[in-house]
């Protein structure tokens, strides 16, 4: 067998390894991303999945009074009550207003609960100034 | 002097489509003066260039709010320090950046090759200037940071706009770590232009044996160290300013540069296999405009928005000419490959399977493996969007689990590597010359099996470190040793004199003992504590070996932020450390923002990490989240180590024989 096959064979059954790994880790790791604009259309199609949502802090709706934090998140054409049930503590960059992502379910009521809430990295947060500058 | 930059810009994209032209029909038909003329139109450009970056960051010295990136990136109480580097605070201004930095490098590139290689310089010149002329393009007309404010009146006149003061630069932008990560992060993503246009010039003017390899090996291995030094910056800051308690999240945005860095590591391999061997030709130019394009592709990925809304820059329409200008370069890229596969012939055949031609291929294969994971998962929510028509994205364990492996097996590759022989290596003499490492990575795993280790993956990460170690340790003590016999030299002389003749190969011994450190830094990770509480003024918290007592609070003010602070008392052990200051700053300009300084008590063993999350119970109780996470110092050192190896691998050695 010439070095080049066997290179060849070597190299495939380590692609083929990884690729199952990666087949595993997608998996357990794949989740819905949708926006509030989505919600309601796509419900009931994701009863049980994980789901990213998407959407803006609808100002003045953070209730932190209880154990868990409650809050709506808000689009032009809808909302979503979200209760989070994570135990991290809730970054600053979450104000009214500002946009957010949560991770979790969505409970059969339709509220959605929420294991995560995402910072935002630096080079996120370009519309907020944009909006007030726009030339 | 808002005119002034635009008129800068205009200039540039002129002389830039001037040399474009100028190259080409001083190519087509050999004219040397046409040439000379469209090399000197590169230096106007670089010039022009300059002159806009500066004036940008003259108006944001001078707080010229008229202007809206500096209105929406500045306010008059920023140290002047931040309102220089508000100039890549955005999208338009780091655009404007990214042109600067092409320009630069455009000209630092044609003066160095004046007088070599010129047959491929118009073609070079050529390459450079469509890629200048793109990004001028972009930037003039889709995000020209020199636009003014105005505003519109009931009535729909319009009229100029001064604001009384400016919206700030964002708080979390104000730290050393993120004035100079962008920068370097450009200087690393933008240089493989320089060996990507001496491919294809190469490939245009019929140059083979590798004279494009030889001209651009220093540009290589500088954007390379760059590329790394932007993504560790970027991770530095995010461990100190976002303060989730990590330094990577796989994100979109730090995966876009983790790409290129992947298939650049490839080819500063693979390049050494063409140099020495003639082989991996073809090879080679598809991972140098893999690079090339990585680089592109990371830049299109922040500004178009494309992965997720809450991911982008703002959403422009910049994606189109982005997919279109990539596509262009992929197509004459493969098309001029596949025309002149002639001239790429290989000169050898792979001999063996055990060799060190092999294990370069496999180290390629992996790092390549790695970059396609990484792009499947960065953007299967695009492709599952275009398939099924709904966004699924892949998280962390994604990539980790891919990852990890793919790691172990590098290191695996680091440390047998350089222990096989170029052609073919027997089994007998690869196994006398493994003896050592091998010992090291036994006494390693049983020392973490004694210690009560049970993380399969650690264990075998921090084992592999062991081995890769051993084995760079007994080359350097091999080689010095020889030298002491052979000259009597002291041991450290010897040391020195063994790398300063040989610097490219110890040059990236070092290196590869760097890596070995930082994946040591890596595999700490599996260990990390978290422990989030309540506290009043007197009251103390536990994690791991140490004890957070709150010995006070107090608040303050600067000209650009309000300030609170707890003062914790810190224990190891029961015995007093020392005294950690985590704050929280309110700023005062624009979205008002909080943000928290972590508190960081770093030693080589472990890092204690405290953030001040928040205020409850009528301003009196404390919300304190601290950290423990084992050997992170380690990745720091081991990448300023990576710069140092690469700097002595960039030194000229006397003895190398200079290309023709």
């Not at chain 1, 959407?55 to 003045?60: F, I, S």
């Not at chain 2, 970027?234 to 790409?259: F, I, Q, R």
Request: positive net charge; aromatic residues 12%; glycine residues 10%.
């Amino acid at each position: 067998m010439t070095a080049r096959m066997k290179f060849l064979i070597g190299g495939g059954v380590i692609v083929a390894a990884l690729a199952f790994l990666a087949a595993v880790g997608f998996q357990e790791s794949r989740a819905y991303y949708i926006t509030v604009d989505e919600y309601q259309e796509m419900r009931d199609h994701l009863q049980g999945a994980t789901v990213r949502l998407a959407g803006e802090v609808v100002a003045g709706s953070v209730d932190r009074s209880g154990q868990e934090m409650e809050f709506v998140l808000g689009s032009r054409a809808g909302s979503v009550a979200v209760r989070y049930v994570g135990s991290a503590i809730i970054p600053d960059t979450f104000t009214d207003g500002s946009r957010a992502l949560v991770e979790g379910h969505i409970a059969p009521d339709g509220e959605f609960l929420a294991r995560r809430i995402e910072a935002r990295c630096a080079s996120k947060y370009e519309e907020e100034y944009g909006d007030r500058t726009g030339s | 002097m808002a005119d002034f930059g635009t008129f800068c810009l205009i200039t540039a994209l002129c002389l830039s489509l001037y040399a474009l032209i100028a190259a080409l029909t001083g190519a087509s038909r050999p004219r040397a003066g046409m040439v000379r003329s469209a090399e000197n139109a590169v230096y106007a450009a670089a010039a022009s260039s300059a002159l806009a970056f500066g004036a940008l960051a003259y108006l944001l010295a001078t707080d010229s709010f008229a202007v809206a990136h500096v209105a929406g990136n500045s306010s008059r109480a920023l140290p002047l320090f931040y309102k220089i580097t508000a100039i890549w605070g955005a999208h338009d201004g780091s655009m404007l950046l990214w042109v600067f930095v092409t320009a630069a490098f455009s000209g630092i590139a044609v003066y160095q090759n004046r007088s070599r290689h010129r047959d491929m310089m118009p073609y070079v010149v050529a390459v450079l200037m469509a890629d200048l002329s793109f990004f001028l393009f972009l930037n003039l007309f889709f995000s020209n940071p020199f636009h003014r404010l105005a505003e519109v009146f009931p009535d729909g006149s319009i009229q100029p706009f001064l604001p009384a003061d400016g919206y700030g630069l964002n708080p979390i932008l104000q730290h050393w770590a993120m004035v100079i990560h962008p920068p370097v992060q450009y200087l690393g993503l933008i240089g493989f232009l320089v060996p990507f246009a001496f491919a294809i010039a190469a490939l245009l003017s019929r140059q083979t044996g590798g004279a494009w390899i030889r001209a651009t090996r220093r540009w290589t291995i500088m954007t390379w160290i760059f590329l790394g030094a932007g993504l560790v910056l970027g991770g530095k800051w995010a461990y100190v300013v976002l303060g989730w308690g990590g330094y990577w999240g796989w994100d979109p945005v730090e995966n876009s540069s983790l790409m290129p860095w992947l298939v650049s590591t490839a080819f500063l391999h693979s390049m050494i296999v063409e140099q020495r061997k003639g082989m991996l030709k073809v090879w080679n130019i598809i991972l140098v405009m893999l690079a090339y394009l990585l680089g592109i592709f990371s830049t299109f990925l922040t500004r178009s928005g494309v992965v997720s809304s809450v991911h982008a820059f703002a959403d422009s329409n910049l994606g189109t000419f982005f997919l279109a200008y990539m596509a262009a370069v992929l197509s004459v890229g493969l098309y001029l490959v596949y025309d002149r596969r002639e001239d790429l012939r290989s000169e050898r055949r792979l001999d063996s399977i055990l060799s060190r031609e092999s294990a370069f291929l496999f180290n390629n294969l992996i790092l390549m493996v790695a970059c396609f994971a990484i792009f499947w998962g960065t953007m299967f929510p695009v492709f599952s969007e275009w398939v099924r028509g709904t966004k699924i994205s892949v998280g962390p364990p994604f990539f980790n689990s891919i990852n990890v492996p793919i790691g172990l097996l590098l290191l695996l590759l680091t440390g047998v590597g350089p222990l096989l022989a170029w052609r073919r290596t027997s089994l007998r003499s690869l196994g006398r010359s493994v003896r050592i490492p091998a010992a090291a990575a036994c006494a390693a795993a049983a020392g973490l099996l004694a210690g009560g280790m049970r993380n399969p993956s650690v264990m075998a990460c921090l084992a592999l470190c062991a081995f890769v170690a051993a084995a760079i340790v007994e080359e350097f003590c091999r080689g010095a040793w020889a030298r002491r016999r052979a000259r009597g030299e002291s041991w450290p002389k010897a040391v020195a004199n063994l790398v300063g003749r040989n610097k490219r190969r110890y040059g990236g011994y070092i290196v590869h003992f760097a890596v070995v450190l930082m994946f040591a830094g890596f595999a700490g990770n599996a260990f990390n504590l978290e422990a989030v509480q309540r506290l009043e003024t007197g009251e103390s918290m536990h994690i791991g070996d140490y004890t957070l007592k709150v010995a006070g609070y107090s608040e303050g003010e600067t000209p650009n932020y309000d300030f609170g602070r707890v003062a914790l008392e810190v224990f190891r052990n029961d015995a007093r450390i020392r005294t950690l200051e985590p704050e929280r700053r309110m700023f005062k300009t624009g979205s008002r923002q909080v943000t928290t300084t972590v508190a960081l008590h770093s030693t080589p063993k472990e890092d204690l990490y405290v953030v001040f999350a928040g205020v409850t119970g009528g301003g009196r109780v404390f919300e304190i989240r601290a950290n423990v996470n084992p050997l992170v110092y380690w990745i720091w050192v081991g990448a300023a180590l990576m710069v140092l190896g690469t700097a002595i691998a960039l030194l000229p050695d006397p003895q190398a024989v200079p290309g023709p």
